[in-house]
């Protein structure tokens, strides 16, 4: 996590205002749950996911990357494959909306300004800051109790490819690790003697979006000789 921040702070160090190409464009997809309370399956979108993209191309082989995403993250023990969520039968839903900032790495050079159309697989990461629901049992059903504010870890890999010149469309999935245990309401912060927790509460949770990109490019033509 230091090194990672030490990396990023020393690329926004290299600003060169000669050299600006941005994208802006939507994000739309999927999201699902992984952790305390139904499937553990890694990639099983259940509901929608909507927000907004927006990159500055700093060379053929990375960009700086901000999203703001929204998402009602949503499951059950009755989807689980195990017996012994099924037969316990909590479900939850959690409003997260985040905000990302990072890092986009390509496999291969990008250069939208050649004649190719070119295209490449690509990895993401740097900080997410997101705002979800607390929850907390109540008898036997988990119930809101709050919001607040927590940060994740990003983790994304995708594929891209110009369209028409101007255009990018982007394939990608994405895992979150978030700090914190209850997104769930497996592990309530105001649950002082833990009578409230279940399941592993040596484990965060995560959250997974899987989705497209659709962005639109302006600025002048970049220089990318000097970063």
């Given at each position: 996590?230091?090194?990672?921040?030490?990396?990023?702070?020393?690329?926004?160090?290299?600003?060169?205002?000669?050299?600006?190409?941005?994208?802006?464009?939507?994000?739309?997809?999927?999201?699902?749950?992984?952790?305390d309370v139904?499937?553990t399956s890694?990639?099983?979108?259940?509901?929608?996911?909507?927000?907004?993209?927006?990159?500055?191309?700093?060379?053929?082989?990375?960009?700086?990357?901000?999203?703001?995403?929204?998402?009602?993250?949503?499951?059950?023990?009755?989807?689980?494959?195990?017996?012994?969520?099924?037969?316990?039968?909590?479900?939850?839903?959690?409003?997260?909306?985040?905000?990302?900032?990072?890092?986009?790495?390509?496999?291969?050079?990008?250069?939208?300004?050649?004649?190719?159309?070119?295209?490449?697989?690509?990895?993401?990461?740097?900080?997410?800051?997101?705002?979800?629901?607390?929850?907390?049992?109540?008898?036997?059903?988990?119930?809101?109790?709050?919001?607040?504010?927590?940060?994740?870890?990003?983790?994304?890999?995708?594929?891209?490819?110009?369209?028409?010149?101007?255009?990018?469309?982007?394939?990608?999935?994405?895992?979150?690790?978030?700090?914190?245990?209850?997104?769930?309401?497996?592990?309530?912060?105001?649950?002082?003697?833990?009578?409230?927790?279940?399941?592993?509460?040596?484990?965060?949770?995560?959250?997974?979006?899987?989705?497209?990109?659709?962005?639109?490019?302006?600025?002048?033509?970049?220089?990318?000789?000097?970063?």
């Amino acid at each position: 996590m230091r090194y990672l921040t030490i990396v990023i702070i020393a690329m926004f160090l290299g600003f060169n205002a000669q050299a600006q190409t941005y994208e802006v464009g939507l994000y739309a997809g999927g999201s699902n749950f992984i952790g305390d309370v139904g499937s553990t399956s890694y990639i099983a979108p259940n509901s929608p996911v909507i927000g907004g993209i927006f990159k500055w191309n700093r060379s053929t082989r990375h960009s700086f990357r901000f999203t703001a995403l929204f998402t009602q993250l949503e499951s059950a023990d009755s989807q689980s494959d195990e017996s012994r969520r099924q037969l316990r039968g909590y479900s939850f839903k959690n409003s997260v909306k985040e905000v990302s900032l990072g890092l986009e790495y390509t496999f291969w050079d990008f250069d939208m300004f050649n004649d190719r159309n070119p295209s490449t697989p690509y990895l993401y990461t740097g900080f997410t800051y997101f705002n979800h629901d607390e929850l907390a049992l109540n008898g036997n059903n988990v119930q809101k109790t709050g919001t607040s504010w927590d940060f994740a870890i990003p983790m994304v890999l995708g594929y891209k490819a110009v369209i028409g010149g101007k255009f990018v469309l982007a394939f990608e999935v994405g895992a979150r690790y978030a700090l914190t245990d209850n997104l769930d309401g497996s592990a309530p912060e105001e649950d002082a003697n833990g009578t409230l927790r279940f399941g592993n509460i040596n484990n965060d949770d995560w959250y997974m979006f899987t989705g497209f990109t659709l962005t639109y490019t302006f600025g002048r033509k970049p220089c990318f000789c000097a970063f």
